[in-house]
Each structure stands twice: as C-alpha cells, then as structure tokens.
C-alpha cells in the first residue's frame, strides 16, 4: 500500500536520523515493490525497491546510470534522494521505518492523478534487469 494523501499528512514530520543496517531482510511484506520514489539535487531518478528479497537503490536520468546498489545498507540515511520524494510513490511500511527511525526527509506536493495513475503499479520507476 502506498501513502495517500491522509496518510501523507499524517505522517510526512520527520526530525533526525540514526544508524542501522537494513536490508531486503528488514520488511515483513516481501512483495517486490517500490519504497520509495524521489529525485536528487541535479534532477536524477532515485528508486529503492525491493526485488526476490534484494534491497536495491538505482540512482538514474534516462539511460544514464548514476548509482546501483543493492543488498545490504549500513544507513536508512543512504536510500534518501537528496531533494524530494514523491508521496504517492513510498511504502507504508518503509514509510514506518523511517517514522521509527525518526529520519527527516522531504516530499514534494501530493498529486492524486499520480497516485491513481501508480496505486496498483508494484514500481513506479525504472528498475535493474538480471
């Protein structure tokens, strides 16, 4: 489930952030599904998804691949784009982890067209091929 507009306002106050490791292992729901969808300061695409258990983070514009990593993250800190994050486009549940983890971050204006264009897309960006 991803956040909707009720539960955006609900929850998008964040402060401070602290260390863990997290991991594909992290997440009760193993479905493989966007967590989080966001751009960085020089416009990039920044996706965290969850794939056959794999944590991944693909940082991307276009064809241009800037970042890809996946498996096992010393930080929550490092999966944050380092603009906004698209509230249509985060995970409940890695939504709680950040609200757990009291980790600040920053979202862009809610658009409900998008998220009633993406509610039943399992990623709403571009993902890795293996």
């Known amino acids: 489930m991803f956040l909707n507009k ?7 106050i964040l402060i401070f952030d602290d260390a863990d490791y997290i991991s594909g292992h992290s997440f009760i ?11 960085t300061l020089d416009r990039q695409s920044h996706h965290v998804y969850l794939k056959n258990g794999i944590l991944y983070l693909y940082i991307y514009s276009g064809k241009n691949i800037d970042t890809i990593k996946s498996g096992i993250f010393t930080y929550l800190r490092e999966l944050i784009p380092t603009k906004r994050i698209y509230p249509e486009s985060i995970d409940t549940e890695f939504m709680n982890l950040l609200i757990s983890k009291s980790l600040s971050v920053d979202f862009t204006t809610y658009d409900k067209e998008r998220y009633e264009k993406l509610k039943y897309q399992n990623f709403h960006g571009d993902i890795i091929n293996e």
């Open 6 to 12: 009720e539960l955006f306002k609900e929850k998008h």
């Open 29 to 39: 729901d193993k479905t493989d599904r966007t967590l989080l969808y966001g751009f």
